[in-house]
């Protein structure tokens, strides 16, 4: 396992659409571990793998309730609306209130290929959608509907 180096805003590749996993392997576990050591490091609560420079979609969230390493995440449901802060490993010192879904429900495979459906609400649900966006070159900035609720943060 190792800590690797996360892209920062700017960098091309968060704005790529990342490729679907079409077998999980020892490297996509690998990349499951890694991601998971690289965002307890920075402190984060999720990444999604092209924050690390790949483009699989593959992402890993632990809002303290335990680790979640989802390959091929599907939102399947999205219900009611919560708005609140958001901040992103790739855009350090930066935060903004964004609505997502309160409640969602992912599909995805876990690290050993196995099915796998989540089903989150609240900060959690917030953490999927953020990290599956990413997946789709989708930054949390551009989701912000109030521009004035845009702030620095000490990192």
């Known amino acids: 396992m190792a800590i690797r180096i996360i892209r920062l805003q700017g960098d091309p590749i968060l704005r790529e659409k990342a490729k679907p996993v079409s077998k999980v392997t020892p490297n996509i576990q690998r990349l499951i571990d890694d991601m998971a050591d ?6 984060g609560i999720g990444l999604a793998a092209p924050q690390v420079g790949i483009l699989k979609r593959v ?3 632990d809002i303290g ?3 979640l390493g989802l390959v091929n ?5 999205e219900e009611g609306e919560q708005t609140g ?5 790739s855009i350090p010192g930066v935060q903004a209130d964004v609505t997502r879904a309160h409640h969602v429900i992912v599909r995805a495979q876990d690290r050993n290929g196995e099915p796998l459906v989540v ?3 609240g900060l959690l649900a917030r953490c999927l959608l953020h990290e599956i966006d990413h997946l789709d070159g989708i930054l949390f900035l551009d989701r912000v509907t109030d521009p004035r609720s845009i702030r620095r ?3």
């Open 65 to 67: 309730e335990g680790l």
């Open 73 to 77: 995440p599907e939102v399947v449901l």
């Open 59 to 61: 992402i890993v969230a």
């Open 85 to 89: 802060p958001e901040g992103c490993l």
């Open 38 to 43: 690289t965002m307890y490091d920075a402190e």
């Open 153 to 155: 943060v000490e990192t």
């Open 119 to 121: 089903d989150a609400e």
